[in-house]
């Protein structure tokens, strides 16, 4: 019988799952939040991945569960491991990736790079952290957030207001996560795969572009990196890894400050944007790797199969809500392009697609991507 891998939360991710399950035989079950997801091909289940009972029945149905989201509550978790269920990465884990505070805390005790912090429960608090750090913060919410949504540069605390009245009504209470605004050059981020019997491998490091907190665009490997640097990232991609115990891909999001060094972004347990470009450019894509992690099989080879690869997010999409209308004009200019769309409806700044290009000459890669991409918007 084929090993059945259960995936909750039916996004991109998920769907870009399906394609490796389809080749390895491995069968693929989704349960989505609703219907005409973009990972809706592979769902036998709809339903709320906040509810016990929901995901404990879809969990019976396979070998081992994953995810294409941290947002499925510990309470749920607990449920599922104490039920029998393989959960892969596992609750212990998964809660340093839920929770931006829980994360900074024991990456602090693994002895890992980061930015100076501090969790503040009142406006006073971060008024404090903000003028011991030069007028200015980077205030977070340390659950719940994504594509910059729930980050905030500050300079003066009542700026956050709001978001401590919601925390005074969250009946966990907790604080916010203020940190010191970084100097950076540019963002990296590292991805790491790692199976329960221990086996890593870490991909090359990539330089990862945000335009208003959104991911836009990835270069791999990350240019002008010397082998110090690779070598630091990918020590900090392990050590996480084993530190947290992390089952499947990882990946870390880092900053490179301007006097060179690496620090500590954040954290996700499942394959990554950082890391769409290695369906076309390296031996082992993170969405069959993440398969193999979660199923405790042996590891491909993560090392990059071309030079340079370049890979190019599809925000928003035309107004006209057609991509497919666009593929005769991308696919005709640009034959190298590896042309990705997620089945979701186009809406400003959300992600529905994304187009790689590899080869030698990074200028003419990056070009093409760019390009390409460009024809799927207005
Ligand atoms: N401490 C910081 N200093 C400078 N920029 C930051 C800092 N924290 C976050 N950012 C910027 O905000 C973006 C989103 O922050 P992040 O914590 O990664 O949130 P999200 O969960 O939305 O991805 C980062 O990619 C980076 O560009
Ligand atoms: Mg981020």
């Known amino acids: 019988m084929a090993l059945r891998v259960g995936v909750v939360g039916g996004g991109q991710l998920a769907r870009m799952m399906i394609a490796p399950a389809v080749e390895l035989g491995v069968e693929l079950r989704v349960l989505a939040e609703e219907d005409a997801m973009a990972a809706s091909l592979a769902a036998v289940a709809v339903g709320d991945y906040r509810d016990a009972g ?41 809660r340093f990736a839920q929770d931006k505070l829980l994360m900074r805390a024991r990456l602090a005790e693994l002895g890992m790079p980061q930015p100076d912090w501090a969790a503040v429960t009142d406006v006073g608090a971060l008024q404090a952290f903000i003028d011991a750090h030069g007028g200015r913060a980077v205030v977070k919410t340390p659950r719940g957030g994504y594509d910059g949504k729930g980050v905030r540069v500050v300079d003066a605390a009542v700026e956050a207001e709001d978001w401590f009245a919601a925390l005074a009504e969250d009946a966990r209470g907790g604080a916010l996560l203020a940190e010191e605004l970084v100097d950076f ?3 990296l981020a590292q991805q790491v795969a790692r199976r329960p019997s221990g086996e890593v491998r870490a991909y090359d490091i990539v330089e990862t572009v945000q335009r208003g907190g959104v991911c836009a665009e990835v270069i791999a490997p990350a240019p002008h990196s010397s082998e110090r640097m690779r070598d630091v990232a990918a020590r900090i991609g392990v050590g996480i890894a084993e530190g947290l115990d992390v089952v499947g891909m990882l990946a870390v999001e880092l900053f490179e400050t301007t006097d ?24 082992t894509s993170q969405f069959e790797q993440h398969l193999r992690a979660v199923l405790d099989l042996p590891l491909g080879d993560a090392t990059g ?15 006209d809500g057609g991509l497919d209308e666009r593929f005769d004009a991308a696919m005709a200019a640009h034959p190298r392009a590896k042309i990705h769309t997620y089945g979701k409806a186009p809406r400003p700044g959300r992600k529905v697609g994304h187009v790689t290009v590899t080869g030698d000459d990074l200028d003419d890669v990056a070009y093409q991507a760019r390009a390409a991409a460009s024809l799927f918007l207005d």
């Not at 071309?306 to 928003?316: E, S």
Request: proline share 7%.
């Open 260 to 283: 060179q060094r690496l620090l500590v972004n954040e954290l996700a347990m499942r394959p990554h944007n950082s890391g769409h470009w290695t369906q076309d450019g390296a031996v």
């Open 185 to 187: 050059s540019r963002e």
């Open 54 to 94: 929901t995901v404990l029945g879809f969990a019976r149905t396979v070998d081992v569960v994953t995810f294409d989201h941290e947002h499925v509550p510990q309470e749920v978790l607990a449920v599922l491991v104490e039920s029998g269920v393989a959960v892969r990465p596992g609750p212990s884990a998964l």
């Open 305 to 319: 199969s071309t030079p340079w690869a370049v890979m190019v997010n599809i925000l928003g999409g035309p107004a």
